[in-house]
């Protein structure tokens, strides 16, 4: 039964054995009959192991149910450093629990990084299997630096129609000469807050840099049609930590509003 349980041989076992009561230079197993039976020495080496054992599962355990107090949210790069970082100390002190944030967009793989609950945009078609709750619309406008000099416009990849409907939504041609194209939208925001030129931005990304004046959005935001949306692999009902960060983030973002 030892052999089977340890996945080794009988005979690994027995040497193991031997090995033991050379180290203790007493007996381990004493016949009764027909059987082996613990010695003394056995019997005490025996209690001993099962009491740390017992120690070392209850600590596993601990382990364990730390790793299952923190919640694991996949979010979009820019809006997690801009947005929801920046307000994790707070939800923490709130709620007492901690949150992981992993920074992806797209596609969400539940599994794969072990994620609980996943902020995205609907640029994408998600699986219908998914539980999603609206969070929020997105706004989005043009900002800029105090005094820019430089008159073009940025553009990022990820978001290649933005100022096109944006002109169209407002009726606004906004007059830029140039067009600077960056590979994400972070990379774009940053050349804004570098003079680079007029990046047109979701509002969640900018929120300290125009309270501060540091960037100016003379048009304000509008929606674009677009919104965010928190996804599950599981209902949210059935996760009460899932729930506390849903109540809590649209509340965060009513705020803006």
């Known amino acids: 039964m030892a052999a089977e349980k340890l996945s080794v041989t009988h005979s690994a076992v027995?040497?193991?054995?031997?090995l033991l009561e050379q180290y203790f230079a007493e007996a381990l197993f004493v016949k009764s009959g027909r059987n082996l039976v613990l010695s003394a020495t056995g019997q005490c080496l025996y209690e001993t192991c099962q009491a740390a054992f017992n120690t070392l599962e209850l600590g596993l355990q601990k382990i364990n149910k730390k790793q299952n107090d923190d919640l694991v949210v996949s979010c979009e790069p820019t809006l997690a450093m801009k947005w929801l970082i920046p307000r994790m100390a707070q939800f923490q002190a709130e709620y007492q629990f901690n949150l992981v944030v992993l920074a992806a967009g797209g596609q969400v793989d539940f599994k794969r990084h072990t994620i609980d609950i996943a902020l995205r945009r609907n640029d994408f078609i998600w699986s219908q299997n998914l539980y999603a709750e609206k969070i929020a619309d997105e706004y989005m406008g043009p900002v800029h630096i105090p005094n820019l000099t430089l008159k073009q416009k940025l553009h990022t990849y990820t978001r290649p129609r933005a100022w096109q409907d944006w002109m169209e939504r407002t009726g606004i041609d906004f007059p830029l000469y140039h067009d600077v194209f960056f590979e994400r939208f972070f990379l774009a925001l940053q050349g804004a807050l570098g003079g680079v030129g007029?990046?047109?931005?979701?509002?969640?990304m900018v929120e300290q840099e125009i309270n501060q004046g540091i960037l100016q959005a003379p048009y304000g935001f509008i929606p674009d049609g677009s919104a965010y949306y928190l996804l599950?692999?599981?209902?949210?009902t059935t996760h009460p930590k899932k729930m506390l960060f849903l109540q809590w983030i649209r509340k965060e973002m009513a705020k803006m509003r």
């Open 14 to 18: 027995s040497k193991q054995i031997k």
């Open 198 to 204: 007029v990046a047109l931005v979701s509002q969640w």
């Open 232 to 236: 599950s692999e599981t209902d949210f």
